[in-house]
């Protein structure tokens, strides 16, 4: 089995390193009224800042999707022999994987551009990671069995309903 690719060796490293340098970002959204759990009791023209009133200018990183740490993930059938269309990605004996392993996410947006058309229409990206950590197994030096990276760009338009 091959050790690590780029991803394995790289990203996580970054993720941690990620973490590190927008908590600071993160403890200020839960002064400020979000909640890095359930988006706090804020409406949906809140939460994307369609409102002139709602509006926090750009570069403020808040919480997209839930940010969540589960220290026991159980899985009924743990995949032991992945197989994947690249040879060097596949592997030709069982690995010793646990069913329990830890399973965390982290989920960012923020607004890169406010007001692109006229005035009208803001660009936020986002950036969300999910992983699978085998923690609890030291047979396999707790390797990451899963990570999956979510990046995205959303383009959203405030619009006003006319009541007929």
Known sequence: MKKGGLC??????????????????????????????????????????????????????????????????????????PQSENPDYSVSQEIPLNAVELKFQLSLKTKVIQGLFKGHGDLWVGYTQSSRWQLYNQELSRAFRETNYEPEAMLTFAISLIEW
Do not use: M
Not at 20 to 36: M, N, T, V
């Open 8 to 81: 394995a060796n790289f990203c996580t490293p970054i993720f941690f390193a990620a973490c590190l340098l927008f908590f600071p970002h993160l403890i200020e959204a839960q002064k400020i009224g979000h909640s890095l759990f359930d988006g706090g009791n804020q409406s949906f023209a809140e939460r994307w800042e369609l409102d002139t009133a709602s509006r926090n200018g750009t570069f403020n990183i808040v919480p997209y999707k839930p940010i969540y740490v589960l220290l026991g993930n159980w899985s009924s059938k743990p995949n032991t022999k």
